[in-house]
């Protein structure tokens, strides 16, 4: 049923230093993988030429080979923004081209989300239905293999509180 004509568009790697905003918010995603997935070679931005002649290209967050999976990036208008769009797009290339939860949570074994914390972009683990195992941040993106302690702000520490 499909035309011949349509060929799938070749993409293109993209060389660091077209996009500035990507590159850094890249640079700080790759930190993330290089401490969860250490046999794989960082992540790269890959273009797709637009199906019209005057639309811009699309770019993609892509594995080392340039398989990628989920949306293009869209402008980016701040660093923020930037590195929310990048982590995203690399969490869905990840999961889907390596048929893995990205990035996992060390304490629970959860696949994690991406969430704001104190201002900052975190990777957040939903935690488990147990009461000693609540929703918490595990690190700032590009800082997960730095250990945190789950937060648990809304319990005061009780002494002698029985592991489970
Ligand atoms: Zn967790």
């Not at 990628?68 to 290339?93: F, I, K, R, W, Y």
């Amino acid at each position: 049923m499909h035309p011949s004509f349509l060929s799938p568009p070749e993409p293109r790697f993209v060389p660091e230093g077209e996009h500035p905003l990507w590159d850094e918010a890249l640079a700080v995603v790759n930190r993330d993988v290089a401490a969860t997935l250490p046999e794989q070679r960082p992540l790269c931005l890959i273009a797709y030429p637009g199906w019209e002649q005057d639309e811009a290209e699309r770019i993609y967050v892509a594995l080392a080979n340039g398989d990628s999976h989920g949306n293009s990036l869209g402008p980016g208008t701040s660093a923020a923004q930037a590195l929310l769009a990048v982590a995203e797009a690399a969490q869905d290339t990840i999961t889907e081209c390596l048929w893995q939860a990205w990035p996992v949570c060390t304490l629970h074994g959860l696949g994690m989300h991406m969430a704001e914390d104190a201002g900052r972009a975190s990777w957040r683990c939903a935690g488990t239905s147990r009461p000693s195992d609540p929703g918490h941040v595990r690190a700032a993106i590009g800082e997960l293999d730095t250990i945190h302690r789950p937060r648990r702000p809304n319990r005061k520490r009780r002494k002698d509180r029985k592991p489970r």
